[in-house]
């Protein structure tokens, strides 16, 4: 095993992961959700003038123990089609609100000792699915825009950025085999 990234208390590294897209995660209870992942699902409340979604209280939901003093709030619009993956943190843990459009996202572990060590998810989430996401440090993450419209990921972190605690890893990974293709099943 060549040691990917490690911090005093994480070893990570990169699987080799059976080529596809992995679990399909299609409720926050699903028995095959990679270990620490969680999902909750938030309320939007549409009128004749949009929509309007609470994203996060402070002490409250998923991210309830994100420290106020270091906790950061940024959004990121994509066009269609665009992919942005994979990344990982060793410390940070990030928690997503996908609130326009809708995203394919995929979810690698790879934290050595993890017991879904190597498991691949795949969730789709967005309008369609207002799904709040927590994932936590050692876990690659990265998203496809597949609706027709651009998409806005609203994404809370415990953590202002530091490049340091980031790694990049190609979308297109041959150790990661994840497939990005539509299946037009």
Request: aromatic content about 10%; glycine content about 8%.
């Amino acid at each position: 095993m060549s040691t990917l990234a490690t911090n005093s208390s994480l070893l990570l590294d990169k699987p080799a992961c059976e080529p596809g897209v992995g679990a399909l995660i299609l409720r926050p209870d699903a028995p095959t959700l990679i270990d620490g992942v969680r999902i909750q699902p938030f309320p939007l409340w549409p009128d004749d003038r949009g929509y309007f979604l609470e994203v996060i209280r402070g002490g409250q939901g998923l991210a309830a123990d994100f420290p106020l003093d270091t906790l950061q709030v940024s959004a990121a619009c994509n066009y269609p089609g665009i992919i942005k993956a994979f990344h990982y943190h060793l410390e940070q843990t990030d928690f997503w609100v996908p609130s326009r459009g809708m995203l394919q996202i995929a979810l690698v572990d790879m934290r050595v000792g993890s017991p879904t060590f190597g498991a691949k998810n795949t969730l789709y989430a967005g309008e369609l699915r207002p799904w709040q996401i927590l994932i936590p440090p050692g876990v690659a993450h990265g998203y496809k825009v597949v609706s027709r419209d651009p998409s806005m990921l609203v994404y809370v972190t415990n953590r202002t950025y530091n490049p340091k605690d980031e790694g990049r890893i190609p979308y297109n990974d041959p150790l990661l085999a994840y497939d990005w293709e539509t299946q037009h099943k």
